[in-house]
């Protein structure tokens, strides 16, 4: 055995119990993960601690991040973090005419290492990505904005658990047929026929995944993990203004993939200059056979029209509803979404913005509320969620870049404020630009009032839409998901008539239900290993994390048959 | 519990002891089917036997087949039979602004009937349909030109295994998520964060079968019980000239939906009127989300760029190999080689075209044989298998169509014919147009002879194409494969390094690889459950039968969450 076949055959056995119980979890959907979500657990074992992890970040700041990756003809790099300083890093610039061939050399020896040998590198990966999480959440709340909390977990462990996902979903779907069979079909009185088969998953050539600016980890890990362990080479081409944290997952992957004897250059960085705009380029090459993209309608849209040589899984803009139709517990109601309205300042693409209330008001525990009342007192949940400046902070982050900021400050044009947006000061870095949310009263029956609630509007701007009814509620609820799109909807309702219309329009629509949300789970929020994010089936994203669908077409089986 | 919900319960319980042993042999890919392949199997039990089936089709000759069809505005027919006779049978042509509308009314209920019993709801179809096997054989026979014992087989058990296939990958894919899931976060000290999660696998829309001349059941089966088992409603649109066998399976599908109280218009029939085309129309309404297709290159193509709101599978044009190397039972070679070529003329997506045969000649168990001894043994072989009239009937069929013939026609023209076609007359059906086929010599280093072998001549037309070395044969093949497709490749060598590069050639390029047969198993046949037909990786087919890719994005999972 030589040494990297060792080290593999150790991966094997070191990893094999986690992805025996992601193979469980994904089929019990129960709470699950083996990545510890409080800061206080990391810093044993070889983790970095909160400090340590501070100062490994402050160690990358003004430096490069060496990756020794073929083809490297310059070095780039502009990222300023959305709390104010310029991080001064630079990565690699690739020529994709060195770099794209040298990604394909190793996919053979990838191939040949077998289903369980990928996931075991994959999960080593993930654990040494895990150990470093409070580093990558430095990196991910300087490049996203993200509040510390929220980088630390949905930038570490949450990413994390949607990496072993797809690699979970990909071990599983690869290994639904075996490595060889045996083949006996009888024939009466002469002789069977008898072959022998013998099956291998291929990967389909590089896969592209094409990063995004308020999620780099979270959104980026099922692309990356789905396809390097579905046997493809990986390229990473991040948001120019979050290049970080996938670079240092670009480092540790070549990092693994060397030490356990394969080639470093299935997994590779594109890094651009600015303006360079390389994800066109890259997205038509014909050594791109899978794209993983989460942004704009607009890109992706013409990544699906126009790389029609890959497998394109996108996951773009949409418009997310809440319908308030009554509750028996409207504090909790009221904090709930004060909650999901605040938390990173909106900036999520589960984050509701259309909130249905019937004009005539709803029912609650508390008596009958107006649609004013309730738009006010939501507004003065939000005030209260947000009164403290030091948690305000914590829950808002920062904006995180020049487009949002336009959007809540258009907002107030659009109707009546309902509760206005608000400047916290952020003692630690004075430069963030940190804004409470805004709502603004509009009128779903007016045609003008359409043109804003009837498009995503990126930020923390939501709208309080006075409806005929409930039932108008989700007429346009039907009409928002099927030609918008929904990543998230909301509902709340203590009727079973209503419960049931409102299942079924998210049935039809194909739009994932959150039902009477009103304690610590929050509808812009899902958890690794049970709920889906997106559904795969309305305009927002032709692809959900995760399920079969997004790992199955990354890779195909050739068969070898002989006789006997 | 109602009649209807009495029936499908009852259905599951006749059906699922079918449906797990297909679920275990998907796994294991071992020898199975539940569908008897030996015409006297049939007779008994309520089946037709051959003569009540020969009956039974002769009964609809001249006939509407009446399907009782929303927006029905015509009655459309004109197939003729490859052997001869019109059919003079006419079938429902449909309004789609009626018919399509119409089908997806029952998709609510369908959804809600649950995966298991979809299943059983279509293995009570493949049942029904198994009975009438010897009627459908006549009715694929003349429409598709096969020989009855071929249409009995591959139209009917084995194409019906190719459905009960779809149906298990179709039902394994939709329970790998559970119906229900409780989830129980732990939150220290406090409470854990509770929430129930509902899980429903819902359908995308309107599926469309586009059907071909030579397969019609062999190659609807899968893409129609793969949509209908996920939840779709499967608009079948025929090949015009093979319309009774799928306009028959329409009308057993209908009838057992209706009976199992599900809604009959969750299958529907799409005929066309001579020279209409309505593919093009159908493909590119908004109610059609998911297509399979199999066909020519050029409309498949049309399909993938312009079909964008489904999800489309194709099988098109390729250009299958042979890599003749070397062979320790080169009697055994020349017998499976001519067999290939001879069943059902050529007529198959598999069936071989270029035997690459290198130069010098190759080494075999009755010593070295000169490229033109392999040639003119090959040809000795082919005419031996077909020397006897009625034996040759039975293996060649009839040439589906005038296309056919004149590919045939010109086949002598591309080069030296080292085997011609001969006539053979069919005593049962005089008019039959039934021919042996022709094999042309070609120099593989010649540009002008690559223009013949380097495309798709659908039909028995193949070429001994001579290479200057194994090295060089298994460079076409590769480029062959990657630039043409291919749905087969055969390969006959003794050497282990040779065997190392062509399979090496095949997982790089994703083709399906059949090593050394010599036996009663052949190039151009696969078995459900076990070989897959096609890889979905390379230009001849977007999809392979069959496997989680061809079933896992015909529906969406939606999530339903609640707190407690």
Redesign the interface.
């Given at each position: 055995m030589t040494a990297a076949a060792q080290s593999v055959h150790e991966l094997i056995e070191k990893h094999r119990p986690v992805l025996d119980q992601a193979l469980e979890t994904?089929?019990?959907?129960?709470?699950w993960s083996p990545y510890p979500e409080h800061p206080k657990a990391y810093g044993e074992n070889g983790s970095l601690s909160l400090p340590e992890g501070k100062a490994a970040f402050d160690a990358l700041l003004g430096g490069r991040v060496e990756l020794d990756q073929p083809g490297t003809d310059d070095w780039v790099g502009g990222e300023v973090s959305p709390y104010g300083p310029k991080l001064n890093v630079t990565y690699p610039h690739a020529d994709p005419d060195v770099l794209l061939p040298a990604m394909r050399a190793g996919?053979?020896a990838w191939?040949d290492a077998g289903a369980e040998a990928r996931a075991a590198v994959c999960l080593e990966i993930l654990a040494r990505i895990n150990a470093r999480t409070h580093e990558f959440a430095h990196a991910v709340m300087h490049t996203s904005g993200q509040a510390y909390m929220m980088a630390f977990q949905a930038g570490g462990p949450h990413a994390q658990d949607r990496g072993l996902e797809a690699v979970a979903y990909a071990y599983a779907?690869q290994v639904?047929?075996?490595d060889e069979?045996?083949?006996?079909?009888?024939?009466g009185k002469r002789d069977p026929?008898e072959?022998h088969?013998a099956?291998?998953p291929?990967g389909?050539g590089v896969s592209l995944l094409i990063g995004c600016n308020t999620f780099p980890t979270w959104n980026g890990y099922p692309g990356l993990f789905a396809s390097l362990a579905t046997a493809n080479p990986v390229l990473v081409k991040p948001h120019p203004r979050a290049v970080l944290p996938l670079a240092l997952t670009v480092q540790i992957c070549r990092e693994v993939l060397a030490e356990s004897g394969f080639d470093p250059n299935l997994v590779a960085l594109a890094a651009e200059g600015a303006g360079e705009g390389i994800a066109k380029t890259l997205a038509l090459r014909p050594e791109v056979r899978l794209i993983d993209y989460t942004g704009s309608t607009e890109f992706g849209d013409w990544l699906?029209?126009n790389a029609?040589q890959a497998q394109v899984y996108t996951e773009k803009a949409g418009v997310n509803t809440v319908v308030v139709d009554s509750t028996d517990n409207y504090k909790g109601m009221l904090a709930n979404l004060a909650f999901s309205l605040s938390l990173y300042s909106g900036q999520m693409c589960t984050t509701p913005q259309n909130l249905l209330i019937p004009r005539a008001g709803i029912d609650t525990d508390a008596g009958p509320k107006s649609y004013d009342e309730v738009v006010t007192d939501l507004a003065a949940a939000v005030d209260g969620l947000l009164g403290d400046d030091a948690r305000a902070n914590a829950l808002l982050g920062a904006l995180v870049n020049p487009g949002v900021k336009q959007r809540l400050d258009a907002a107030p044009g659009l109707g009546e404020v309902a509760l206005a947006s608000r400047e916290i000061s952020n003692p630690e870095f004075p430069d963030a630009v940190v804004r409470t949310p805004v709502m603004v009263k509009l009128d779903g029956t007016k045609p003008d009032a359409e043109a804003a609630y009837f498009s995503e509007c990126f930020g923390p701007v939501s709208f309080a839409v006075a409806v005929d009814s409930t039932e108008a509620a989700l007429d346009l609820l039907r009409r928002t998901v099927r030609e918008k799109g929904a990543m998230t909807v909301g509902a709340y309702t203590t009727s079973a008539e209503v419960t049931t219309s409102v299942?079924?329009v998210?049935?039809?629509e194909?739009?994932?239900?959150?039902?009477?949300?009103?304690?610590?789970?929050y509808v812009n929020q899902t958890?690794a290993f049970?709920?889906?994010h997106g559904?795969?089936?309305n305009p927002a994203a032709n692809a959900?994390l995760c399920?079969?669908?997004f790992v199955?077409?990354r890779f195909?089986?050739?068969?070898?048959?002989?006789?006997g």
């Open positions: 994904i089929r019990s959907r129960a709470y996919m053979g191939r779907e639904r047929t075996p069979a045996g083949w006996s079909k009888p024939q026929l072959l088969k099956f291998v291929v389909r699906e029209a029609r299942q079924d998210c049935l039809e194909c739009a994932q239900l959150s039902l009477n949300l009103t304690g610590g789970v958890a049970s709920d889906f559904s795969g089936g959900a399920d079969g669908a199955s077409n195909r089986v050739v068969e070898i048959r002989r006789e």
